[in-house]
Every structure is written in structure tokens, then in C-alpha cells.
């Protein structure tokens, strides 16, 4: 009865925070109608990300399309990757990681993949395999036109995703935090933080081969990003 009273008691106050916060961000509204629209800043990618076993190539930074399409990127960047020469390997394999700022997104992967490569997915379903979990976060995997892809949505907040019910339950878990509505009111963040960096890391080669490859390269990866999204 203990338990009980005191997981109601933390319920309650969680309640109470998250509507005064709530009420001091439609207060704002009121003030400055503008804060609902406020647009994020771009994201700098760094010229230079290390992978283990792997040696950086190039970087290309791309110009995004036309922003009237969904899932528009503000900043797109792409790396490359060969294997390192000290490695043990073969058969030197070449890997690129595509990444995408977008400012506004469902989190839905098949959304993402399907604008990428201009893919009408009520026409041409995407097949994918979704893996991961609440801790390390998601993923999805993608064979497409000879290429094998891993591709998933880095949050601001929360681990990776790739279905909109996971993004959505990261926005409702984090975007109503005290400390976080605050500044929404001070009109320094937006009130739904939908941004997410989209990651396409990919190599032709079959899948069979290329997804543990992919899947080692990205638990590498994602750690560096977590904390990279710039301030609004």
C-alpha cells in the first residue's frame, strides 16, 4: 500500500510539473505566436568521424531538395570509408554513411528510405528488418538495387528510432520535461522537438555479408551523435 501511495504521489507531482509547464507554454504562445514556428539551426557536421578498422576516404556535403517535399533535410553530409589497410581483410570493402538533419519528421523509416531514392512505397513495399531495443535503440535493415542499408533516426533526445510510435513516445517522454518547458517559454526551443539526423550507413555487397558489417560499424557510430544536435 506503501509503494502504491507513493508511486500516486510521484504520478502526481510528475502531472502537476508537466501542466504547469504546459500552461506557461500556451502563455507564451499567447505572447509571441512566432515560438510554435521557431526553426532549428543547422547542423555542422565535422569534417572528420573515426570508425574502428576503418579508414575515412572523403566527406561531401550535399545540397537538400526541394523543401516543399516531406522529410525535407536541411544539412546533408556523406562519408566514405575503406577498410584499413592494417586490417586482415581481403577483400577491401567500401562503406558510405549518409547523414540527414531533417528539422521536421514522422520517424518513419520507409518514409525516409522511399524519398531517398524517389520510391513509391504503395507501389514498391520496402522490405525491412527492424532490430534493437529500449536501451541501445532501433534500427532498420534494407537490402535495395544491389546495395545493403542500416538505416535509423538519431532523436535529440531518447535512443534511435525508426517507426513513428517509437518516435512519438520519445517526443511524449522528453519534450514535456520541466527543465526543457522552461526554455520553451523563454522561447529558446520549439514546443515538439521534431528534428531527428537520419543515418543511411550502406555497401554493395549482399546482405548475408553486409549486415553484421553494418550493424558493427553502427554501434561504433551512434554513440559519437547522442549529443551533437545543435541548440535551436
Given at each position: 500500500m506503501s509503494q502504491y501511495t507513493n508511486l500516486l504521489t510521484k504520478r502526481q507531482i510528475f502531472l502537476a510539473v508537466s501542466l504547469f509547464g504546459l500552461l506557461l507554454a500556451v502563455l507564451k504562445l499567447g505572447l509571441d505566436p512566432k515560438a510554435a514556428n521557431r526553426q532549428p539551426a543547422n547542423f555542422s557536421?565535422?569534417?572528420s568521424v573515426q570508425i574502428p578498422n576503418w579508414q575515412?576516404?572523403?566527406g561531401t556535403e550535399i545540397a537538400p531538395e526541394n523543401p516543399k517535399l516531406e522529410e525535407f533535410s536541411l544539412d546533408i553530409y556523406e562519408y566514405?570509408?575503406?577498410k584499413d589497410l592494417n586490417s586482415k581483410d581481403q577483400n577491401p570493402k567500401s562503406l558510405n554513411i549518409g547523414m540527414y538533419y531533417t528539422p521536421g519528421t514522422r520517424g518513419e523509416s520507409t518514409i525516409f528510405f522511399a524519398k531517398?531514392?524517389?520510391i513509391n512505397s504503395?507501389?514498391?513495399p520496402i522490405p525491412q528488418t527492424y532490430k534493437g531495443n529500449n536501451e541501445t535503440g532501433y534500427y532498420s535493415l534494407i537490402s535495395h538495387q544491389g546495395r545493403s542499408h542500416l538505416v535509423s533516426c538519431i532523436n535529440p533526445r531518447g535512443t534511435s528510432t525508426v517507426t513513428s510510435q517509437q518516435f512519438l513516445a520519445n517526443r511524449n517522454q522528453y519534450d514535456f520535461q520541466f527543465d526543457r518547458l522552461i526554455s520553451t517559454?523563454?522561447?529558446q526551443e520549439a514546443i515538439r522537438d521534431n528534428r531527428c539526423l537520419w543515418v543511411d550507413i550502406s555497401m554493395a555487397e549482399d546482405p548475408k555479408i553486409a549486415y553484421p558489417i553494418l550493424e558493427k560499424a553502427w554501434t561504433a557510430w551512434y554513440p559519437y551523435w547522442q549529443d551533437k544536435f545543435p541548440q535551436y
Amino acid at each position: 500500500m506503501s509503494q502504491y501511495t507513493n508511486l500516486l504521489t510521484k504520478r502526481q507531482i510528475f502531472l502537476a510539473v508537466s501542466l504547469f509547464g504546459l500552461l506557461l507554454a500556451v502563455l507564451k504562445l499567447g505572447l509571441d505566436p512566432k515560438a510554435a514556428n521557431r526553426q532549428p539551426a543547422n547542423f555542422s557536421f565535422p569534417q572528420s568521424v573515426q570508425i574502428p578498422n576503418w579508414q575515412l576516404t572523403g566527406g561531401t556535403e550535399i545540397a537538400p531538395e526541394n523543401p516543399k517535399l516531406e522529410e525535407f533535410s536541411l544539412d546533408i553530409y556523406e562519408y566514405q570509408f575503406t577498410k584499413d589497410l592494417n586490417s586482415k581483410d581481403q577483400n577491401p570493402k567500401s562503406l558510405n554513411i549518409g547523414m540527414y538533419y531533417t528539422p521536421g519528421t514522422r520517424g518513419e523509416s520507409t518514409i525516409f528510405f522511399a524519398k531517398q531514392f524517389k520510391i513509391n512505397s504503395a507501389i514498391t513495399p520496402i522490405p525491412q528488418t527492424y532490430k534493437g531495443n529500449n536501451e541501445t535503440g532501433y534500427y532498420s535493415l534494407i537490402s535495395h538495387q544491389g546495395r545493403s542499408h542500416l538505416v535509423s533516426c538519431i532523436n535529440p533526445r531518447g535512443t534511435s528510432t525508426v517507426t513513428s510510435q517509437q518516435f512519438l513516445a520519445n517526443r511524449n517522454q522528453y519534450d514535456f520535461q520541466f527543465d526543457r518547458l522552461i526554455s520553451t517559454f523563454l522561447g529558446q526551443e520549439a514546443i515538439r522537438d521534431n528534428r531527428c539526423l537520419w543515418v543511411d550507413i550502406s555497401m554493395a555487397e549482399d546482405p548475408k555479408i553486409a549486415y553484421p558489417i553494418l550493424e558493427k560499424a553502427w554501434t561504433a557510430w551512434y554513440p559519437y551523435w547522442q549529443d551533437k544536435f545543435p541548440q535551436y
